[in-house]
């Protein structure tokens, strides 16, 4: 059984009071916690214009992440978010998105002793081994392709594993969850035939579909075409918090039938429709999603560093050991919460790698669409 170095020398002395708390960090010693979604690369854009030179995340006291809280909190692996807000769309969204992945490639370069750059499920595990946290990017947001799968296709060779179809804007290709609630017209109803394309291409290069911040119609079309499973990188469930960005019953059952994967959300207007939420609230989005649709679609994903509030008791990402702590409490067997931590992402990683895989030789990936990846310049425009 491996249990990683650093989780012994952050500092942390095992509770004499808490069993279930010993019992969470035994079991996150075991099996990666990977979190599906952290904002940390957009704080460094607003504080200091990415320049790396001039922070230090082993003493930087601004954000909800930082060194010594990853290495308390336990932090196996995680998606760095590559966000840029939907005002740069038909603008500079390319550009500025471009240099987020770059930054995020930058801070694993000048902290090589903890993160770990990786792609793949494999390399998930293959930086738990080393004892360092694996560093994947998600783009949040379809706004950031401009409409090109060139583009998309450019931004998975530098090492994006996900992209979220719309952040809080339509897209000429897909509509957001603001349509849900009428903040925003239906444009597209859901997906146009451009995003249609787009889903088949994610299947055929092996990138994560991330159903986020899309509407009812949107997840209902992807989870029908993609042959993949689908995540959600950073949402909660409609039936515990009624808010759009969270995700409907029906939706639950769709995404146990495909094999994704949702990962919670702390956000406190998400988990509990107000300002004020805590570490309970959240664990009982963990208890519904598991009584719907079974704990093997259930994930981490703390949208740390992307909210301006946090739930008592899981203010930061050093507290996450807590929440597993919560569930254990509450009845949920080793096998189900280590699924939950990590083994559910990896799981779905893997079948998205083994889609991409087959889809080389497998033209009847592509038949649902008239074009697929093989023209270059395919755009909307």
């Avoid at 949702?262 to 570490?279: E, L, P, R």
């Amino acid at each position: 059984m491996f249990y990683p170095v650093f989780w012994e020398t952050a500092g942390f002395i095992l509770s004499k009071s808490d069993p279930y708390l010993n019992r969470a960090y035994q079991l996150m010693s075991e099996t990666p916690l990977i979190d599906g979604h952290n904002d940390l690369p957009w704080q460094l854009r607003m504080q200091f214009n990415n320049q790396l030179n001039k922070v230090n995340l082993d003493t930087l006291e601004t954000t909800h992440t930082n060194i010594p809280k990853i290495k308390e909190g336990r932090l196996g692996a995680q998606f760095w978010a590559a966000y840029v807000p939907c005002e740069t769309q038909y603008k500079d969204a390319v550009r500025q998105t471009l240099e987020q992945i770059d930054v995020v490639h930058r801070m694993c370069e000048k902290y090589p002793d903890t993160f770990k750059f990786v792609t793949t499920s494999q390399g998930i595990m293959d930086a738990f081994k080393e004892n360092k946290t694996a560093s994947l990017i998600g783009v949040e947001g379809g706004h950031s392709i401009d409409s090109s799968l060139g583009t998309l296709r450019t931004m998975y060779q530098l090492g994006v594993r996900y992209l979220t179809l719309t952040h809080s804007c339509n897209t000429p290709w897909a509509d957001n969850w603001r349509v849900d609630d009428g903040s925003d017209p239906i444009q597209s109803g859901g997906l146009s035939p451009f995003g249609k394309q787009l889903i088949v291409e994610m299947n055929r290069l092996g990138m994560l579909i991330d159903l986020a911040h899309v509407p009812v119609s949107v997840m209902n079309q992807t989870l029908t075409m993609s042959v993949a499973p689908v995540i959600f990188s950073h949402s909660s469930a409609y039936a515990v918090c009624r808010h759009s960005r969270n995700v409907p019953d029906e939706i639950l059952l769709k995404v146990k039938e495909k094999k994704g994967i949702v990962m919670v959300n702390f956000y406190n207007d998400y988990v509990t429709c107000s300002q004020k939420a805590n570490i309970s609230d959240v664990a009982d989005h963990f208890d519904h999603i598991k009584k719907v649709g079974g704990a093997e679609i259930i994930g981490f994903g703390g949208d740390y560093d992307g909210v301006p509030r946090t739930p008592e008791g899981l203010e930061d990402v050093s507290k996450v050991p807590n929440l597993v702590a919560e569930l254990l409490r509450r009845g949920w067997t080793d096998e189900e919460v280590k699924a939950a931590l990590g083994n559910n992402l990896l799981r779905v990683m893997s079948e998205v790698e083994r889609v991409r895989t087959q889809s080389t030789n497998n033209p009847g990936l592509c038949e649902r669409v008239k074009r697929c990846g093989k023209d270059n310049s395919d755009h909307t425009g």
